[in-house]
């Protein structure tokens, strides 16, 4: 069993920042994948960006050049730095760990709100 502890979330003027972490522990060995997920209201949940274990990254179009991805092997956290945030960022926000045997683990959510 993962554990994932996000927070970071909030409200934000658009134009602001703000950085999600997510925190992981427990059987934290052969993890393939970690990454984050939104889910809008009325929406689907979507890959927001992604990284693997040898570092590379990937991202949705819509924040591409506003999003970077980064992990911290050490403390086994992920951070989702979000610059230029638009109000169609708003959503909740999700941490993924996928392990190399498939199995997803997810956190509670956080809540990142853009609006003026």
């Known amino acids: 069993q993962v554990h994932l502890v996000e927070s970071g979330g909030g409200l934000v003027q658009p134009g602001g920042s703000l950085r999600l972490s997510c925190a992981a522990s427990g059987n934290i060995f052969s993890i393939d994948r970690m990454g984050w997920y939104r889910q809008a209201p009325g929406k689907q949940r979507e890959l927001v960006a992604s990284i693997i274990s040898g570092g590379s990254t990937n991202y949705v179009d819509s924040v591409k050049g506003r999003f970077t991805i980064s992990r911290d092997n050490a403390k086994n956290t992920v951070y989702l730095q979000m610059n230029s945030l638009k109000p169609e960022d708003t959503a909740i926000y999700y941490c993924?760990?996928?392990?190399?045997?498939?199995?997803?683990?997810w956190g509670q959510g956080t809540k990142v709100t853009v609006s003026s």
């Open positions: 993924n760990v996928r392990k190399v045997n498939g199995l997803d683990y």
